[in-house]
């Protein structure tokens, strides 16, 4: 899947009438990356990678999510630039807020850290700052990158920077307040403006969806895909493992669907490392590297650089599901101490012990491939299903999965070429193709309000603690109104509605009305009682609107012994992209307002 094969699906020609240009970023838990295609009028867009990072002397695909600031709150080093010599003898007293991604992760989805430390953040700085310094960094490498790779077309740059548009890869699953505080992190990071037309320039797409489309796009998949084709994605990354699953439904040109809702679980590859931390805590405990004199942090910074320098590049990667141990590096060739299992300067690890730091990833990626294969599977149908992400390339990884899989009438398969680049490359061609025509909803969007009381119904006579004596008589709630349920299918930019009354005594109270958009995401139906099942909600956002033009005349209502003024409106959904729209609408003096 190299870069000088990834075409758009549809290969059409740009229609725009002004160069132009879309990067795709991908900023992963552990490492990211950035690719980009300029936009000429008339001609096929290419994917091309950025392969050159300030700290780098050679190309590289992507480069480590880190960042490290001084006690000033001053950036010191970001990316390729925390690991090389000169910094790592001087780093002493930095800060290094590592898994910051993290931070910005929907507040319902809980993490297990598996015994892996998320970095504290400096005192001054939110997360969506220090996602802002390293998307500024990316930012800054792609302009270098692409003002000296372009040659003949030195000013290239200049022509598009200003119009430029960015698609972000995100984890499925996180939309609504995650989405927005990544964008306020473009803002902050220098890629966009503060402004209405800035805010329009940043893009989001899952990363299954992306990975979807560098697939396809790279020739993974049939010669030609057939109407009714199914696949499901599995990206593996450092930190989440996102699994969707597609079905082609127009072969010329290709268009497919979201056909079941998307997953994303906390299992990747950092939570390994994770499991690869305790494990050395047990077998390095009372041994010469935990030294009595020496506070506990001593030792604990000993087995965090274990886990980083040898562990996570070297006995992870080369471990198979045929390996009978792995081999960790210590110390020096003449490092020994048997009663430790340590060799000219190894630590020896049997199979079983490495097996169970993978155990969490590879129990989570089976359950939640099982599950989509289940739901998207038809009668005799073999579902092929696509490793990708950096995760994809750990051997026993693949084999695990693999072994597990194939039997159940799975075909297993990764791309033989460039695994890493999937995201990113296919957030580009999210912008140029998006040939994704419908999703499956991920969850349950509404609001709340109160219905009439039925006191004929016993779910609301037990419930007397929740009546409300009113103008329009007794009322209950709240209870939660869903909107859209999770689980329909959902054309592109498809609108749902539903329409509200409210009352109001006073013009304030019009002027200032406010009302929360809800997600639920677990099993259907919704929990109609809102105030008993609060914590199995969370908010998407505040709609906020100005209704007091309604306070007129016409609206306006006999009640003895006050006045109240009536107002109609609806609250609208746009659904079936990667960003859900919201707004409240109404109709005044013959027009739709919002």
Not at 43 to 55: I, K, W
Not at 185 to 209: H, N, Y
Not at 396 to 411: D, M, T
Not at 529 to 550: Q, V
Request: glycine share 8%.
């Amino acid at each position: 899947m190299s870069s000088a094969n990834i075409r758009p699906l549809r290969r059409q020609p740009y229609g725009g009438s002004q160069l132009g240009i879309v990067i795709g970023i991908d900023v992963g838990t552990t490492f990211s990356g950035v690719s980009y295609a300029i936009l000429r009028p008339g001609e096929v867009p290419n994917v091309l990678s950025v392969t050159r990072f300030p700290g780098s002397t050679t190309g590289v695909q992507k480069i480590p999510t880190a960042i490290f600031y001084n006690d000033k709150q001053e950036i010191k080093a970001t990316g390729l630039e925390t690991t090389v010599d000169t910094f790592l003898a001087e780093n002493q007293g930095c800060l290094d807020p590592r898994y910051f991604k993290m931070r910005l992760r929907p507040s319902n989805m809980a993490l297990q850290t598996n015994g892996l430390d998320i970095g504290e953040l400096p005192d001054k700085k939110s997360a969506e700052d220090v996602m802002g310094d390293f998307l500024r960094h990316l930012f800054k490498a792609t302009a270098s990158y692409i003002q000296s790779s372009h040659v003949g077309e030195a000013d290239i740059w200049d022509q598009v920077k200003d119009d430029a548009i960015f698609v972000l890869g995100h984890p499925n699953g996180w939309t609504g307040q995650s989405l927005q505080r990544y964008r306020k992190s473009a803002i902050l990071g220098g890629l966009i403006p503060d402004t209405a037309e800035g805010r329009k320039r940043v893009k989001f797409v899952t990363e299954g969806e992306a990975s979807a489309l560098a697939c396809l796009s790279g020739g993974l998949g049939p010669a030609r895909l057939e109407v009714g084709f199914r696949f499901v994605i599995v990206d593996a990354g450092g930190g989440t493992l996102d699994i969707s699953s597609y079905e082609v439904t127009k072969s010329s040109p290709v268009e497919f669907k979201l056909c079941a809702p998307p997953d994303c679980r906390f299992a990747g590859s950092l939570f390994v490392n994770g499991s690869g931390l305790e494990l050395l805590r047990g077998k390095l405990r009372n041994s010469s590297y935990d030294r009595k004199d020496k506070p506990e942090s001593f030792f604990e910074n000993k087995l965090k650089r274990f886990i980083d320098d040898e562990f996570e590049k070297k006995t992870k990667r080369l471990f198979s599901v045929d390996s009978e141990y792995g081999l960790l590096k210590v110390g020096d060739s003449d490092e020994r101490d048997e009663n430790f299992g340590i060799r000219n300067g190894y630590l020896r690890l049997n199979c079983n012990e490495l097996s169970e730091c993978f155990s969490t990833s590879v129990t989570e990626a089976l359950d939640s491939i099982r599950s989509q294969v289940i739901e998207i599977s038809k009668n005799y149908e073999t579902i092929p299903v696509w490793l990708v992400g950096g995760f994809a390339s750990s051997p026993y990884l693949f084999e695990r999965l693999k072994n597990s899989l194939e039997p159940e009438g799975v075909r297993f398969q990764r791309p033989d070429t460039n695994l890493e680049k999937a995201v990113a490359n296919g957030a580009v061609l999210h912008f140029l193709d998006n040939p994704v025509t419908s999703r499956v909803c991920p969850a349950s969007y509404g609001t709340t309000c109160l219905i009439p009381f039925m006191p004929f119904l016993s779910n609301h006579q037990e419930r007397s603690d929740l009546l409300h004596e009113g103008i329009n008589g007794v009322r209950i709630g709240p209870v939660f109104d869903c909107i859209v349920e999770k689980g329909t299918l959902i054309e592109e930019g498809r609108i749902f509605k539903e329409s509200y009354v409210q009352n109001f005594f006073f013009k304030s109270m019009a002027k200032e009305f406010t009302a929360e958009i809800l997600i639920y995401d677990g099993d259907l139906p919704p929990p109609m009682w809102y105030e008993e099942n609060k914590d199995k909600f969370r908010t998407l956002c505040t709609l906020e609107a100005d209704l007091s033009e309604l306070y007129t005349e016409s609206s306006r209502n006999a009640f003895v012994p006050r006045l109240f003024w009536k107002a109609e409106f609806e609250i609208e959904l746009k659904v079936g992209t990667a960003e859900l729209e919201a707004s409240i609408k109404w109709e005044a003096n013959g027009e739709t307002k919002s």
